[in-house]
């Protein structure tokens, strides 16, 4: 599945597409053990203006998403599971004004609940439109590890945290991500 931009549709500014663009992915349940490491990767996204592309389903992915918002200028897309409806236009007025918030769907606006299915087909085309992903945490035999082995993202960067539970993470072009120390931080491969 390599996306067709045309297919695709939006709200927002179109221009981050053209980012360096992170996918964030992480397991609706995980270990509390990795929030304050996804914490400081969220801050480290921000200070650097990186763009962060998710679906901001789960309860840690909408924690960051509400952080990422604070900062006026973060570049942020955001991959719906259903059509775009009239209200997020609304909601989300300031964000789209200010050209920092895109929202990106496959999904016409009469389809307003999302299913597996849909999940699973916004979860493609977030990786796909992102140059590499961050999974701090991947439940085993979940949605998030048919994603990271789909050819979409399988020869992607992936960066992670280096906990037990992410085993399956382990791939040729994972990273782990590594909390910035004194002298800065850094990535260490595996």
């Not at 221009?15 to 304050?36: N, Q, V, W």
């Not at 775009?84 to 964000?95: C, G, H, K, L, N």
Request: proline share 6%.
């Amino acid at each position: 599945m390599i996306t067709q931009l045309e297919e695709v549709r939006t709200l927002g500014n179109t221009a981050l597409l053209r980012l360096p663009k992170t996918a964030f992915f992480c397991s609706r349940d995980y270990p509390p053990g990795i929030e304050h490491a996804t914490y400081v990767w969220a801050m480290e996204q921000r200070q650097l203006g990186r763009c962060v592309a998710s679906g901001f389903h789960s309860r840690l992915e909408q924690a960051v998403f509400r952080f990422l918002r604070q900062d006026l200028q973060q570049p942020i897309i955001y991959g719906l599971g259903r059509g775009i409806q009239p209200s997020v236009a609304f909601e989300y007025e300031r964000d789209i004004r200010l050209g920092h918030l895109l929202f990106i769907s496959h999904f016409e606006p009469e389809q307003t609940t999302i299913s597996q299915e849909t999940a699973d087909i916004r979860n493609l085309l977030l990786a796909d439109v992102s140059d590499q992903l961050f999974i701090p945490y991947m439940q085993p035999g979940g949605n998030l590890e048919r994603l990271v082995h789909h050819a979409v993202a399988r020869h992607k960067p992936l960066l992670t945290l280096n906990i037990a539970g992410n085993a399956a993470l382990k791939r040729p072009h994972r990273q782990l991500y590594q909390l910035p120390g004194l002298l800065g931080g850094h990535r260490a491969n595996l």
